[in-house]
């Protein structure tokens, strides 16, 4: 099969982000497909940047033929910015996509939405089978989360989703939530599935905690609750430096935020601000080496901010969390709090509750052997359940059954 992958966000093995694509492409390669994916430059992607006067560069990335679109993409910019980057993009993926020969099928993976036009145009002229794959429920996530009011642009993002779905041959989803939302609307079961983001099993095949990263910055002896990921106005991450407060009677705990965005010099001047020396901000790591500093922490936070409704996501976080064997606390309502209950891989935190959100984390830090025999468990079942290489597998059936209708 000569898959044509879409993803403007996509990020390779030397990034410092979430990389299913990159994992899920590589296998697919390894398992005898063909995979040419599209993408832009995004900030955490690992892809050199090019001249503004050169628009494509292709790049070969582990087997994976990588169309790489002069579209930059950071989450530090602007909503105008934004905005620019997700139709230079679309424009760009398009013609990129329609030069592309004797294809098989087209996966175009969200978000943005704006990617299911070059999936979905691409795939029409060249007449083969479209697969649209969800990550976030645009627009309804935008409007829950007040990133969007009622209004044109609304609309908008609502006409692009429903032209993104329009002619899929099937939908797949990242979460149970956004299955379980999509049969509300209407879908037809049997053009839905779920398939979980998961994580690379072989990068955590040998975990070696890297206790010298964590004497370098100061931590040595403490219990890590760490987040690892983009500081932004969507994480929400001003509840961590709330619960910091409820933890200043604790100076065995650390807070730790591992990452980059446009929050991050607002919280660390709230952090100064309220005289806490439990929170510490540490620079984007390469996954390669992140999983190695995750596995010398001991509790894995996953935050988001609060929303009118509970979240139907479930981010690469937690699975990064199970793998390395550290119990997760989650502080938002949604499929991630129902995921670590009922797998038994973590707690979830009242929402909107520092007070609790600091209690949890206390919890951990309380009852080592209950932490240690959870992390372990949570490992296991990452193992069994989550692997990249199950996920891939699962991805091929998907496509062949398309290809068969």
Not at 372 to 383: P, Q, S
């Amino acid at each position: 099969m000569r898959l044509l992958y879409i993803h403007q966000h996509f990020i390779s093995g030397d990034g410092f982000g979430p990389n299913r694509s990159y994992d899920v492409s590589r296998y697919l390669v390894r398992m005898g497909h063909e995979v040419i994916m599209i993408c832009g430059v995004y900030w955490q992607s690992g892809l050199e940047e090019m001249p503004w006067w050169r628009q494509f560069r292709v790049d070969r990335i582990d087997g994976i033929k990588v169309v790489v679109c002069n579209v930059k993409y950071h989450n530090k910019m602007r909503v105008p910015a934004r905005m620019w980057a997700f139709l230079k993009f679309m424009i760009l993926a398009t013609a990129a996509a329609l030069w592309q020969r004797k294809v098989d099928l087209v996966f175009a993976t969200s978000t943005p939405t704006t990617v299911g036009v070059p999936g979905r145009v691409s795939a029409n002229l060249k007449r083969v089978p479209y697969v649209f794959e969800v990550r976030d429920l645009w627009p309804e996530d935008l409007l829950a989360a007040d990133r969007i009011t009622p209004g044109l642009q609304y609309k908008v993002w609502e006409w692009l989703e429903s032209f993104s779905y329009k002619t899929a041959r099937k939908i797949l989803l990242v979460s149970k939530g956004f299955h379980d939302r999509l049969l509300e609307r209407g879908f037809p079961p049997e053009m839905l599935e779920t398939i979980v983001l998961g994580a690379d099993g072989a990068l955590f095949a040998d975990l070696k905690p890297n206790h010298e990263y964590i004497k370098r910055h100061g931590l040595d002896g403490k219990i890590i609750a760490v987040y690892a990921g983009a500081i932004s106005d969507a994480n929400g991450l001003y509840q961590v430096v709330d619960a910091a407060e409820h933890l200043r009677d604790r100076p065995d705990i650390a807070l730790v935020l591992i990452g980059d965005g446009r929050s991050r010099a607002e919280l660390r001047a709230s952090v100064a601000q309220k005289g806490l020396t439990n929170v510490h901000f540490l620079d984007p790591i390469p996954k390669k080496e992140l999983v190695h500093i995750l596995a010398a922490c001991h509790i894995g936070l996953m935050i988001l901010k609060p929303i009118r409704r509970p979240r139907w996501v479930t981010p690469n976080k937690i699975f990064d969390y199970m793998f390395t064997g550290i119990p997760s606390v989650v502080n938002y309502a949604g499929t991630t709090a129902e995921l670590v209950e009922e797998l038994g891989a973590g707690l979830a935190a009242e929402p909107h509750s520092a007070e609790d959100l600091a209690a949890k984390i206390k919890h951990w830090a309380d009852h080592p052997e209950e932490r240690i025999a959870v992390g372990r468990k949570a490992r296991a079942l990452a193992v069994q359940k989550f692997d990249r290489t199950v996920i891939a597998k699962r991805l091929a059936e998907v496509f062949q059954e398309c290809l068969q209708k």
